[in-house]
């Protein structure tokens, strides 16, 4: 079973903030290169400003859409895969490496986020490489303050996925149990 982080958690009002910005600067352009057909110098700008807000709306679509849905975790029945693009992550990891689970708080204990190495974060909504309060680097997914804590010989996993109490019963049943 793969587990996802819904796309309505991942868009926040930053992401509105652009595009408004982004749509704004588009109309402008548009405008000038309607309303001065005769003048060659703008209308030559007008279309570099469309053309650029054409390519930066694609990296704004890209960041806050197409990465969060490309970003899982699947649960098989001796594996566990992550696919966490921000934070260069496509592991799998054998039921052999899973050393242990355990449910954490990631509000005020030693697993709390400390600082972002690589990924994104934004509200509860985190998906790359954290430095933990307790010094230790951790591949993060987790859309909540709630996780499971999975340790293997290489790294430490934080996972909370969307449909978290699903994601905790078949990691249960299809790996190792998690303790509470």
């Not at 001065?36 to 694609?58: H, S």
């Not at 934070?87 to 449910?103: N, R």
């Not at 005020?108 to 490489?129: D, F, L, M, P």
């Not at 010989?153 to 190792?176: A, T």
């Amino acid at each position: 079973m793969t587990y996802f982080v819904s796309i309505l958690h991942t868009i926040n009002p930053l992401f509105f903030a652009l595009l408004a910005v982004l749509a704004l600067l588009l109309w402008k352009a548009i405008y000038t290169f309607k309303t001065y057909p005769d003048d060659q110098e703008l209308r030559r700008n007008a279309t570099k400003e469309m053309v650029v807000g054409g390519l930066v709306l694609i990296l704004i679509l890209g960041i806050f859409v197409v990465v969060p849905l490309v970003a899982g975790i699947t649960v098989k029945d001796d594996e566990l895969s992550l696919r966490l693009p921000t934070g260069f992550t496509f592991e799998t990891y054998p039921e052999a490496d899973i050393l242990s689970a355990k449910m954490v708080s990631l509000d005020q204990s030693e697993y709390a986020i400390a600082s972002k190495v690589v990924g994104t974060e934004t509200r509860a909504y985190r998906e790359g490489i954290f430095l933990l309060q307790n010094g230790t680097e951790a591949a993060v997914f987790a859309n909540g303050n709630t996780a499971i804590l999975v340790e293997t010989p290489n790294r430490i996993l934080l996972l909370g996925p969307d449909r978290f109490d699903n994601f905790v019963k078949s990691f249960s049943e299809k790996l190792i149990p998690v303790q509470p």
